[in-house]
């Protein structure tokens, strides 16, 4: 997203998914009790859905580890819940998936 990309060549192509390389799409779908944002990327290293949240966990050289715990920090602030699904079985390869929950309020 070209406005909230820390890149200072900012454009909105490039930056969608900055560390993905090229040729990444990102998908908003509803879902539940919220959305889901999906993206068909490289994925999440495995057994890593729950670390990703950490602030300063990184799996890029040069990576800050901010942007994930940033988010969860957001979705706290606002009373969701932000997850990393793990993608199903032989679907190693379909990118990751986070579902965020909590956003539709009786």
Request: charged content about 25%; overall charge negative; glycine content about 16%.
């Amino acid at each position: 997203m070209e406005h909230g990309s820390t890149n200072p060549r900012s454009h909105a192509h490039e930056d969608s998914v900055e560390h993905a390389g090229d040729g990444v799409s990102v998908t908003v779908t509803s879902h539940a009790d919220g959305f889901a944002v999906t993206d068909d990327g490289p994925g999440l290293p495995e057994d890593s859905h729950d670390e990703v949240f950490e602030r300063g966990y990184t799996s890029v050289d040069g990576g800050t580890g901010f942007g994930l715990a940033i988010v969860e920090r957001i979705a706290d602030a606002h009373g969701w819940t932000v997850d990393a699904v793990p993608p199903d079985e032989g679907e190693s390869d379909r990118g990751a998936r986070f579902e965020v929950t909590g956003c539709r309020g009786e």
